[in-house]
C-alpha cells in the first residue's frame, strides 16, 4: 500500500523541487510557473492501471483458481490452486470520475 507517488524528482510539473534549502513559499511559486507553464499539465488523473486479468476463456477477475482432486490414503480431497500462468492483464481503464494526483502540493482541508 501506498507505492502510487511518484519518486523521481522533476517528473509531474506540480512537484517540489525536493531541497530542504528551499522555504515553502519559493517551492510553491516554483511548482505553480511549471504548473502555468506547462499546458497539458493537470493535477487530475483520468486513468489508471487496472489490476483485473483475463485468463484464456475470456473471464475478468482479480485471481483466478482451478480446483484439483487429491486422494492421500485412500481419502479424496478438493483443493483450489492458483493459476498464474496464461493471464492477460486488462491494461489501462478510464476513471469514471477524475481524481486529484497523490504529488498535488495542495492542502485540502485543514483542520
Given at each position: 500500500?501506498g507505492?502510487?507517488?511518484?519518486?523521481?524528482?522533476?517528473?509531474?510539473?506540480?512537484?517540489?523541487?525536493?531541497?530542504?534549502?528551499?522555504?515553502?513559499?519559493?517551492?510553491?511559486?516554483?511548482?505553480?510557473?511549471?504548473?502555468?507553464?506547462?499546458?497539458?499539465?493537470?493535477p487530475?488523473?483520468f486513468?489508471r492501471?487496472?489490476?483485473?486479468?483475463?485468463?484464456?476463456?475470456?473471464?475478468?477477475?482479480?485471481?483466478?483458481?482451478?480446483?484439483?482432486v487429491?486422494?492421500?490414503?485412500?481419502?479424496?480431497?478438493?483443493?483450489?490452486?492458483?493459476?498464474q500462468k496464461?493471464?492477460?492483464?486488462?491494461?489501462?481503464v478510464?476513471?469514471?470520475h477524475p481524481?486529484?494526483?497523490?504529488?498535488?502540493?495542495?492542502?485540502?482541508?485543514?483542520?
Amino acid at each position: 500500500m501506498g507505492g502510487s507517488g511518484s519518486k523521481a524528482k522533476g517528473v509531474w510539473p506540480f512537484s517540489g523541487s525536493g531541497s530542504s534549502g528551499d522555504s515553502t513559499g519559493e517551492v510553491s511559486e516554483q511548482s505553480l510557473a511549471r504548473l502555468r507553464g506547462s499546458k497539458n499539465a493537470t493535477p487530475f488523473v483520468f486513468t489508471r492501471r487496472s489490476s483485473l486479468y483475463y485468463d484464456e476463456d475470456g473471464d475478468l477477475a482479480h485471481e483466478f483458481y482451478e480446483e484439483t482432486v487429491v486422494t492421500k490414503n485412500g481419502r479424496k480431497k478438493a483443493k483450489l490452486k492458483r493459476i498464474q500462468k496464461n493471464l492477460i492483464p486488462q491494461g489501462i481503464v478510464k476513471l469514471d470520475h477524475p481524481r486529484i494526483h497523490v504529488d498535488f502540493p495542495v492542502i485540502l482541508c485543514e483542520v
